[in-house]
């Protein structure tokens, strides 16, 4: 974890435009505008545009993740590094073209005001109709001029579980009683309850439930939230459909299972963004991303899958000293 850093900084608001109703933001160096269609972020030697609908889907998630494991790019140019108590904003830091005409820029804030400077923005610039959190085709349209601000919570669905999801006391799966119908897509599946039987001394105590019955009933896409936790063993699970609206950069390793139908991975050299390889993983499959990669992952349909996160405090820095390996399995163990 960062030390704070002593200053803390405020987003500032500009006037609604008059012809859209929007908002701009100024937040350290940076400044952020939408428009209809797009998003325009300027820092002090440079600017970006990114499509409106790509910037919210990325930015609510950051904000919900808690800027998650390392880096978080919105696309090649823009995002955010985690160091767990500051987070960095970025803009072409890891685009070589950036670099090399020197137009790149990086600035560290501490983690509670970049989370309160997305939220204002996102809050003022989503309206009614449009849930950045759903998949494209189960939710409205971004673009356009402000109308209404959208009712309820900005993020749901991230509220992880302390132990087991399920458990007395810890959040509970999802169900129609809580709201959540199955997906169109998953109207296929059988979804039996397991069925317990314990040993006697142990009544009680042991839990389980029907995982595939909780993810089908997503209302949200690509939100790996926090199901089990062993240690500092993570197990995430996750309904996926269209593009990750982001693309990670890992400062650890992370391990996949795929549960259902597929997912197609691109995977790039974290820092270069240069092409590292492709990845289709189908149901059953389970992959490894090593520790210096970023990935997106598109699902044609509707799929299922399961992530795995070491919450170990400090493995980032293992890992950039490089005393730790970037794969988690290499090929001499195997002999
Ligand atoms: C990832 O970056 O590893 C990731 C993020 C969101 C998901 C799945 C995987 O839904
Ligand atoms: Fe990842």
Same mark, same amino acid.
């Given at each position: 974890m960062n030390a704070a850093l002593k200053d803390k900084v405020h987003v500032i608001a500009s006037e609604p435009d008059p012809v859209l109703g929007y908002?701009?933001? *100024?937040?350290?160096?940076?400044?952020?505008?939408?428009?209809?269609?797009?998003?325009?972020?300027?820092?002090p030697k440079g600017m970006h545009t990114i499509e409106v609908d790509r910037f919210?889907?990325?930015?609510?998630?950051?904000?919900?993740?808690?800027?998650?494991?390392?880096?978080?790019?919105?696309?090649?140019?823009?995002?955010? @590094?985690?160091?767990?108590?500051?987070?960095?904003?970025?803009?072409?830091?890891?685009?070589?073209? +950036?670099?090399d005409t020197k137009v790149d820029?990086?600035?560290?804030?501490?983690?509670?005001?970049?989370?309160?400077?997305?939220?204002?923005?996102?809050?003022?610039?989503?309206?009614?109709?449009?849930?950045?959190?759903?998949?494209?085709?189960?939710?409205?349209?971004?673009?356009?001029? *402000?109308?209404?601000e959208a009712k309820g919570p900005l993020l749901r669905g991230f509220d992880p579980a302390r132990r087991m999801m399920g458990l007395p006391g810890d959040v509970t799966p999802r169900s129609?009683?809580?709201?959540?119908?199955?997906?169109?897509?998953?109207?296929?599946?059988?979804?039996?309850?397991?069925?317990?039987?314990?040993?006697?001394?142990?009544?009680?105590?042991?839990?389980?439930?029907?995982?595939?019955?909780?993810?089908?009933?997503?209302?949200?896409t690509w939100n790996p939230s926090f199901t089990s936790i062993t240690g500092a063993c993570i197990c995430c699970v996750t309904s996926e459909e269209h593009m990750l609206p982001v693309i990670h950069?890992?400062?650890?390793?992370?391990?996949?299972? @795929?549960?259902?139908?597929?997912? +197609?991975?691109?995977?790039?050299?974290?820092?270069?963004?240069?092409p590292r390889g492709r990845i289709v993983m189908k149901s059953g499959d389970v992959c490894a991303m090593p520790a210096d990669i970023r990935h997106q992952g598109f699902a044609p349909k509707r799929s299922m899958l399961m992530v795995m996160e070491n919450g170990t405090p400090g493995l980032e820095q293992r890992y950039a000293k490089g005393e730790l390996e970037l794969f988690p399995i290499t090929a001499s163990r195997w002999k």
């Open positions: 908002r701009k933001y *100024k937040f350290g160096s940076f400044s952020f505008e939408r428009d209809a269609y797009f998003v325009h972020v300027r820092w919210l889907r990325a930015m609510v998630r950051d904000i919900g993740w808690g800027f998650f494991y390392g880096w978080i790019f919105f696309d090649d140019v823009f995002g955010t @590094q985690n160091h767990y108590g500051t987070v960095d904003i970025f803009a072409g830091t890891y685009s070589k073209g +950036h670099r820029f990086l600035e560290t804030f501490n983690t509670d005001d970049v989370r309160a400077a997305f939220e204002t923005i996102s809050v003022n610039w989503i309206n009614e109709g449009y849930d950045p959190l759903r998949a494209p085709m189960e939710t409205g349209s971004p673009l356009g001029p *402000k109308t209404r129609d009683a809580s709201g959540h119908p199955i997906n169109r897509a998953f109207a296929d599946v059988t979804y039996d309850k397991p069925t317990i039987e314990q040993e006697p001394g142990f009544e009680g105590q042991i839990h389980a439930f029907n995982l595939y019955d909780h993810i089908a009933r997503a209302d949200i950069g890992n400062d650890r390793n992370e391990w996949f299972i @795929q549960l259902t139908d597929e997912i +197609h991975w691109n995977i790039q050299d974290k820092n270069t963004g240069n």
